[in-house]
Nanobody, 117 residues
Framework: QVQLVESGGGLVQPGGSLKLSCAVSGNIDSIYAMNWYRQAPTKEREWVAGVQRGGSSMYRDSVKGRFTISRDPAWNRMDLQMNSLTSEDTAIYYC???????????WGRGTLVTISS
């Protein structure tokens, strides 16, 4: 079992920055990839960024050059540095872990990010 807890959400003005963190506990060795997802009001949950255990990372086109995903070597924490934020980035952001011990991914409960002037 893997437990994920997001933190760092809040209110930021357009053009501002925010850093989200995900605390990871449990059977960390079972994780082979971690991701950030987000869900805006009236929209479906969408993938934002991901990092593989081997170290490679990927981003959706709309956040490339603005967001940076990172993790500590032991996978105890995953971060998402978000810069140049716009109103379209307003959403609940979720931490996700793909595990090899279950057909179900591990999910955090989410942290709200609001970009508003």
């Amino acid at each position: 079992q893997v437990q994920l807890v997001e933190s760092g959400g809040g209110l930021v003005q357009p053009g501002g920055s925010l850093k989200l963190s995900c605390a990871v506990s449990g059977n960390i060795d079972s994780i082979y990839a971690m991701n950030w997802y987000r869900q805006a009001p009236t929209k479906e949950r969408e993938w934002v960024a991901g990092v593989q255990r081997g170290g490679s990372s990927m981003y959706r086109d709309s956040v490339k050059g603005r967001f940076t995903i990172s993790r500590d070597p032991a996978w105890n924490r995953m971060d998402l540095q978000m810069n140049s934020l716009t109103s379209e980035d307003t959403a609940i952001y979720y931490c996700n872990a793909e595990v090899k011990t279950s057909y179900l991914d591990a999910w955090g409960r989410g942290t709200l990010v609001t970009i508003s002037s």
